[in-house]
């Protein structure tokens, strides 16, 4: 019934109506595509992050780290793109 524009909306506490249309924007679902893809890849980063804690050199966890701290930057950068969106167009 709802999209996940609509679920993200919900959950950040903004009440929606059941017969509300969900409402349709191309910036907005391009901002929220890049902050899922931005999260995923940050996600699966760690994961591989987290494997090879042991296995590779204390150097080469290092500059794997600094990578993954970069995409938790994006992520951010991502998130507050899509929420200033939101917060200046109300789509």
Do not use: F
Not at 9 to 25: H, I, K, Q, W
Not at 39 to 47: N, P, Q
Not at 68 to 86: F, G, K, P
Request: glycine fraction near 4%.
């Amino acid at each position: 019934m709802y999209d996940t524009v609509h679920i993200a909306v919900a959950m950040r506490g903004v009440p929606l109506l059941e017969d509300e249309p969900a409402p349709s924007c191309s910036q907005k679902s391009a901002l929220l595509e890049a902050y899922s893809k931005a999260a995923k890849d940050y996600g699966k980063t760690v994961s591989e992050l987290n494997e090879l804690m042991g296995v590779v050199t204390r150097a080469e966890w290092l500059r794997l780290h600094k990578i993954a701290d970069e995409l938790r930057l994006s992520v951010e950068s991502s998130r507050q793109a899509l929420d200033a969106h939101i917060a200046k167009h109300g789509c």
